[in-house]
């Protein structure tokens, strides 16, 4: 037997309580049944997402959030800047020109993190900079951008949204979105919401609901508009993901009884710990300066694939972790701690990293990761 172990940076586990409320009976998407648990769905992503704005449910995944973002705010021609660190960044910029605008690229080096001077710059030199599109955390590089600082510029400039691709930094990363103005930041279920794949969340500032009612892009699918008139009575557009939005709401219940402050350090202290256990037998961190509480990037010794290290976790131990994307491939691998993730699952995943090493001929005594991961996991 192999037992199995996710700890992919999505999807990611899925607790039994959230599975079971997704096994009950289908329930009608426009009865007295299902409106309760979409008014409680709305009210719940709102305090994780620390906003009173709207939060729009989408039954897509991440990308059609994405997408959603850019086709309902923005028109062909619009000159917009999109900071691409990773693969992720580079979805932004896919989007936005397949839609027609124009991009400017503020290019970070992979295993970077962007520098808000050199945003800030960019921004004062061009003229007629209609948004600002990056991710929280670029799960492709394991790194965290600095919202806050990012939002504080974007301000500065009335003209200008900023739209966060937050897939995989939601619940992990503290994102104040009403607090520091951020105007479209996006989610999905199959990361930190502890869900199986399938939803989308978007929200959405006032600032750009102003800026939606001039967006000539097509759109008819993803209409935030009609989203929004329909959220407003607990209803989405088409039929609703009962099932998945049943789910989520058990998931986001899990979440409150937590506290958001406590989720928000329970994912700093497991990244913590697996940096530092990593480190600790002689690996380096792909992403350095500001490293993501989701996912850490992880430099595969010399001489070593990342690809072998990431397949013989799989196949010989159950670890199911992630490779390296595009031209990290090979490079490095990573390990996620995000969702329904616990003090065992970093042990694990150290664990099973000194295993695969110390066979494929690297350098290493059993356990001195795992121990520096227990001492500042203890209690
Ligand atoms: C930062 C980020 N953006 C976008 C996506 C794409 O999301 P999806 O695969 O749900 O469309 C992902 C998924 O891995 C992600 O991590």
Same mark, same amino acid.
Request: with cysteine; proline share 4%.
């Given at each position: 037997m192999?037992?199995r172990?996710? &700890?992919?940076p999505?999807p990611?586990p899925? $607790?039994s309580q959230v599975l079971?409320s997704? +096994?009950k009976p289908?329930?009608?998407h426009r009865?007295e049944?299902f409106?309760?648990v979409?008014?409680?769905?709305?009210?719940?992503l709102?305090?994780l997402?620390?906003?009173?704005?709207?939060?729009?449910i989408?039954?897509s995944? @991440?990308?059609?959030?994405?997408v @959603?973002a850019?086709?309902n705010?923005f028109n062909k #021609?619009? &000159?917009v800047?999109?900071i691409?660190?990773?693969?992720?960044?580079e979805r932004?910029?896919e989007i936005?020109?397949?839609?027609? /605008?124009k991009?400017?690229e503020?290019?970070?080096?992979w295993?970077?993190?962007?520098? $808000?001077?050199?945003?800030?710059?960019?921004?004062?030199?061009?003229?007629g900079? *209609?948004?600002?599109?990056?991710?929280?955390s670029?799960?492709s590089t394991?790194?965290?951008h600095d919202?806050?600082?990012l939002?504080?510029?974007v301000?500065?400039? !009335?003209? +200008?949204?900023?739209v966060?691709?937050a897939i995989s930094?939601l619940?992990?990363?503290?994102?104040?979105?009403d607090k520091w #103005?951020?105007?479209?930041?996006?989610?999905?279920s199959?990361?930190?919401?502890?869900m $199986?794949p399938g939803?989308?969340?978007v929200?959405?500032?006032?600032?750009?609901?102003v800026?939606a009612?001039?967006s000539? &892009?097509?759109?008819?699918?993803?209409?935030?508009? *009609?989203?929004? !008139?329909?959220l407003?009575?607990?209803q989405?557009n088409?039929t609703?993901?009962?099932t =998945?939005i049943?789910g989520?709401?058990e998931? /986001?219940?899990?979440l409150?009884s937590?506290g958001l402050q406590q989720?928000?350090?329970?994912?700093?202290?497991l990244a913590h710990a697996t940096?530092?256990?990593i480190q600790?037998?002689?690996?380096?961190?792909?992403?350095?300066?500001? $490293?993501?509480?989701?996912?850490?990037?992880?430099?595969s010794p010399?001489?070593? !694939?990342?690809?072998t290290?990431y397949?013989n =976790?799989?196949?010989?131990?159950?670890?199911t972790?992630?490779? #390296?994307q595009?031209?990290?491939?090979g490079?490095?691998f990573r390990?996620a701690?995000?969702?329904?993730s616990?003090r065992f !699952?970093?042990?694990t +995943?150290?664990a099973?990293?000194e295993m695969?090493?110390?066979?494929l001929g690297y350098?290493?005594? /059993?356990g001195?990761g795992v121990?520096? +991961?227990?001492?500042?996991? /203890? @209690?």
């Amino acid at each position: 037997m192999l037992k199995r172990y996710l &700890l992919a940076p999505g999807p990611t586990p899925v $607790p039994s309580q959230v599975l079971l409320s997704m +096994a009950k009976p289908i329930i009608h998407h426009r009865s007295e049944d299902f409106l309760p648990v979409l008014d409680s769905v709305k009210k719940g992503l709102q305090w994780l997402y620390q906003t009173k704005n709207d939060v729009l449910i989408l039954c897509s995944t @991440g990308t059609g959030g994405m997408v @959603g973002a850019v086709n309902n705010f923005f028109n062909k #021609g619009d &000159l917009v800047v999109v900071i691409n660190g990773g693969k992720f960044g580079e979805r932004w910029t896919e989007i936005c020109r397949a839609y027609g /605008l124009k991009v400017k690229e503020i290019t970070v080096e992979w295993g970077h993190t962007v520098s $808000p001077e050199i945003v800030a710059r960019v921004l004062e030199k061009t003229q007629g900079v *209609k948004g600002v599109f990056a991710q929280a955390s670029e799960t492709s590089t394991g790194v965290y951008h600095d919202i806050k600082s990012l939002a504080a510029i974007v301000r500065g400039h !009335d003209d +200008a949204l900023l739209v966060v691709d937050a897939i995989s930094a939601l619940v992990a990363h503290d994102l104040k979105t009403d607090k520091w #103005g951020i105007d479209i930041m996006i989610g999905g279920s199959q990361k930190g919401v502890m869900m $199986p794949p399938g939803l989308a969340f978007v929200s959405v500032s006032e600032k750009a609901w102003v800026r939606a009612q001039s967006s000539r &892009l097509p759109k008819f699918y993803f209409n935030f508009i *009609k989203e929004r !008139d329909n959220l407003s009575r607990n209803q989405t557009n088409f039929t609703s993901p009962v099932t =998945l939005i049943r789910g989520l709401n058990e998931s /986001l219940n899990m979440l409150k009884s937590e506290g958001l402050q406590q989720v928000f350090k329970r994912h700093k202290r497991l990244a913590h710990a697996t940096r530092m256990a990593i480190q600790s037998i002689g690996l380096d961190l792909y992403a350095r300066e500001s $490293p993501s509480n989701a996912v850490t990037a992880i430099l595969s010794p010399k001489g070593i !694939d990342g690809q072998t290290i990431y397949k013989n =976790l799989r196949q010989k131990y159950g670890i199911t972790a992630a490779g #390296g994307q595009g031209k990290a491939r090979g490079i490095i691998f990573r390990i996620a701690h995000l969702g329904y993730s616990d003090r065992f !699952d970093v042990i694990t +995943a150290i664990a099973g990293v000194e295993m695969v090493l110390k066979e494929l001929g690297y350098p290493i005594k /059993l356990g001195t990761g795992v121990a520096v +991961a227990e001492e500042l996991l /203890l @209690g």
